[in-house]
């Protein structure tokens, strides 16, 4: 059974920094893009970040470019969002989800095209 589980996340001043963690289990994971969403109260879920299974392509959403990186440990079965420089709007639940890589070294950051999600972590950023 294909499980993913968040875990990293906390309240910090802005400025601050947070990883974020994801553990996979249960399918090949390889054989899977990963990617970071986040959704704020009210509002839809939008994609933060994703990495693809080899690891050699990222993709960031404009608001996190050059703040956040993404990266994978394929031996351990993890993929990590290093957050820098947070700002009050990167406040929401972040989740990870699995997408299998049908088409090799691509990923896109679009929810609706992933089907496995985690339980989400919740970052909140304020002074």
């Known amino acids: 059974q294909l499980q993913l589980v968040e875990s990293g996340g906390g309240s910090v001043q802005p400025g601050g920094s947070l990883r974020l963690s994801c553990a996979a289990s249960g399918f090949n994971f390889d054989n899977y893009a990963i990617g970071w969403f986040r959704q704020a109260p009210g509002k839809d879920r939008k994609g933060v970040s994703c990495i693809t299974e080899t690891g050699g392509r990222t993709i960031y959403a404009d608001s996190v470019k050059g703040r956040f990186t993404i990266s994978r440990d394929n031996a351990k079965n993890t993929v990590d969002l290093q957050m820098n420089n947070l700002k009050p709007e990167d406040t929401a639940v972040y989740y990870c989800?699995?997408?299998?890589?049908?088409?090799?070294?691509?990923?896109?950051?679009?929810?609706?095209?992933?089907?496995?999600w985690g339980q989400g972590t919740q970052v909140t950023v304020s002074s």
């Open positions: 989800g699995a997408r299998l890589a049908t088409v090799r070294n691509m990923c896109i950051i679009s929810a609706n095209q992933y089907l496995n």
